[in-house]
Structure formats: structure tokens, C-alpha cells
């Protein structure tokens, strides 16, 4: 694009922005509940909403309160909402068998939503962080790496008991090598055809991910970082290489993940493939925005309103948030 502009006064750029009714004619991006995933935390009991201490506003919710925020997102406009269990410490083990259990948290909570509100799309997190003994998002072996071709095996077998508890979108979040080819021909056979892959495919090794460990319970034993399979902050070629592997194994949908730190990788990935292409406003991005308005240095729902507008002009088509919720009753009125 060459933009043609005529020497001052012919051009005063300032006549568009005088009024609201001609900023609203000219606005570029705009922003609806239509564009938010909402990520919710699930934990057991009955009628329980636990607040994180970490992320002011966020709570985890027992499934009972989890089908009633479905039933709000669903009304609110809000099209998906996607399932984070917070394990039971004493569910977790070496092998991570809880991740495929048909009755873990997460299936149940998916079970009770699709009963509930069929049309609101669930989205559920393949990764073995939640059930794993070590925190991390796959098996480890005696040295500390993480395996990757026995990762693949369990994430197949977690994805599968999603899928049959009803999950609409699957989000692998586990960074392992071949996964998306490996669960793509899973789901086919057996018979998950529409079954969509939202692949985290540029997920960075991110300390903005610190109250969402918080929030699932994989603080505690998990030492050390995720950097042998999450990204370097430091490079965008690899990210796009990693989304064209994820799309050419079957991936329908690609998100980056951290979102503000990330903006140019969005804009990269949306002009270079035109894909469905999300952005992960992670626990540390909300709880800097949160915990600041909290605190009375800035205005709740203009950051929050100006943050999800940048994540629109970098070229995504949504993106997961906390604030799906209270963006959504903004934007309702
Ligand atoms: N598979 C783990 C997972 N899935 C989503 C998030 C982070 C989300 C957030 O910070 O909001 C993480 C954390 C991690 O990789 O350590």
C-alpha cells in the first residue's frame, strides 16, 4: 500500500478524528465477543469458585460453577471456552495416566458443558503438565530431557478421551515435534472427523506463564524452565517454520502464545499463510493489566479494551483471554 496524502492543508489528517461518528466511520478493527476464547479453570467439590491470588478477578471453578459460566459466555456471545484442570496432587504420576482417564476433571467439566450448552464450542489443553509428577509437558527421562516420541504416544491417547467426551477444538499446548500428524490420523480413525486442532504452534518459553502454573497446581514440583521444547523469545523465522510444519500435519487453526510480547509474530503468521490465526493473552499479561487497575494505576477497561483491539490490528481472527468475560459486557453495553 502507498498512501497518497497531499500537502498540508488539502491533507489534515486530524478532520477524521473530530468526532466519535467519524472515528467509528474510519475505525479499521473492531472488536466483539465473536472474537474471545475464554480459558476457565476447573477444580472438584460442588459450588466452588476459588479466587488466584495472582491473577485478581480469575477464579477456579468446581464443574457445577463451570457449567453456569458456560451458560454466561454463551449469552454474553462468547463462542468458546476452554477447559484448564486443576489436578488433585495425589492424581499425578510418573506416567500421567490421569491425562487419558475418561472420568478426569476435564472430560467430566467438557461432558457437563455439552449437555448443558451444546453450542458453545469447547476447546480442551493437550499437555501432561497437569497429571505430571515433574510439571512438565511431557516425560522426562533420568538425565532431564523431556522424550518426545513417548510424549507423542500419551498426548494421542489424551486427545482421543477428549475427543470422546465431546471437546469441539483440541489445543495442543505441549510443543512436542509430530504431534498435529499424530493426533490428526488418531482422530480420523476413529471417526473424529470434525474434530478441529488449534495448534499452539508458536508457544514461547515464557515467564509470563507464571500465575497460570499457579492456577493449575504445577508450581510446586516443577523446577527449572521449558526451554528444550518451548521457543527463544529471540526468534520469528523458526516460529513460521513451526507453523508451517503444524499446518501441513493438520492443524485447522494456529494461535501464538504469549500474546502482547508476540504481536509481530501474529501479523508475520496472518500474512504470510492467511490462516484462522489466534493469540494467547497468558496469565502474566492479564495479571500485569488486573493487578495494575487494581491497584488504581490504569483504567480496567480501556487497557483491557486497547490490549484485545492490538491483538484484532496485528492480523489475528480472536484470541484467548481472561477478559472474555468482562470485555464482552463492555462490548455488549
Ligand atoms: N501446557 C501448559 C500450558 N498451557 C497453557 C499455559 C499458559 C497459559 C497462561 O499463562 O495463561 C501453559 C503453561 C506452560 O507452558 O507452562
Redesign the pocket.
Known amino acids: 500500500m502507498k498512501p497518497i496524502t497531499p500537502a498540508f492543508p488539502a491533507t489534515r489528517l486530524r478532520r477524521l478524528r473530530r468526532t466519535e461518528g467519524l472515528r467509528a466511520m474510519v475505525r479499521e478493527n473492531s472488536l466483539s465477543p465473536a472474537d474471545f476464547i475464554w480459558?476457565v479453570f476447573v477444580r472438584d467439590g460442588e459450588g466452588v469458585e476459588e479466587p488466584i491470588p495472582s491473577m485478581p478477578g480469575v477464579v477456579r471453578r468446581s464443574v457445577d460453577k463451570v457449567v453456569q459460566a458456560a451458560r454466561e459466555a454463551y449469552a454474553l456471545g462468547i463462542p468458546a471456552i476452554c477447559l484448564?484442570p486443576y489436578t488433585d496432587p495425589a492424581l499425578k504420576t510418573k506416567d500421567c495416566a490421569e491425562a487419558w482417564n475418561p472420568e478426569n476433571l476435564s472430560n467430566r467439566a467438557t461432558r457437563a458443558i455439552k449437555d448443558a450448552v451444546p453450542d458453545l464450542m469447547v476447546m480442551t489443553?493437550v499437555?501432561?503438565?497437569?497429571y505430571n509428577i515433574t510439571g512438565h509437558?511431557g516425560y522426562m527421562d533420568e538425565t532431564g530431557y523431556i522424550l518426545n516420541d513417548e510424549t507423542v504416544e500419551a498426548l494421542v491417547k489424551q486427545t482421543l478421551s477428549q475427543a470422546r467426551a465431546g471437546s469441539d477444538i483440541i489445543g495442543p499446548?505441549?510443543m512436542m515435534d509430530h504431534r498435529i500428524g499424530a493426533m490428526r490420523d488418531a482422530l480420523e480413525g476413529e471417526g473424529f472427523r470434525n474434530v478441529a486442532i488449534l495448534s499452539?504452534a508458536a508457544?514461547y518459553a515464557?515467564a509470563?506463564?507464571?500465575?497460570?502454573?499457579d492456577?493449575?497446581g504445577?508450581s510446586g514440583a516443577?523446577k527449572g524452565d521449558?526451554k528444550g521444547y518451548?521457543m527463544d523469545p529471540g526468534n520469528s523465522d523458526e516460529a513460521m517454520r513451526l507453523i508451517a510444519r503444524d499446518l501441513s500435519e493438520g492443524a485447522d487453526m494456529v494461535m501464538i502464545?504469549?500474546g502482547m510480547p508476540y504481536l509481530d509474530i501474529c501479523r508475520r503468521t496472518k500474512d504470510m499463510f492467511g490462516v484462522p490465526t489466534f493469540a494467547?493473552?497468558?496469565?502474566?499479561?492479564?495479571a500485569m493489566l488486573a493487578g495494575a487497575a487494581e491497584r488504581g494505576w490504569l483504567d480496567h477497561d480501556r487497557v483491557m479494551l486497547e490490549s484485545l483491539m492490538a491483538f484484532k490490528r496485528a492480523g489475528c481472527d480472536g484470541v484467548?483471554t481472561?477478559f472474555a468475560p468482562a470485555a464482552a459486557r463492555v462490548l455488549n453495553g
Open positions: 480459558p484448564f489443553d499437555a501432561l503438565d497437569p509437558d499446548s505441549d499452539y508457544k515464557s509470563f506463564y507464571g500465575p497460570f502454573r492456577a493449575v504445577a516443577f521449558k518451548q502464545k504469549p494467547y493473552q497468558v496469565s502474566g499479561e492479564y484467548l481472561y
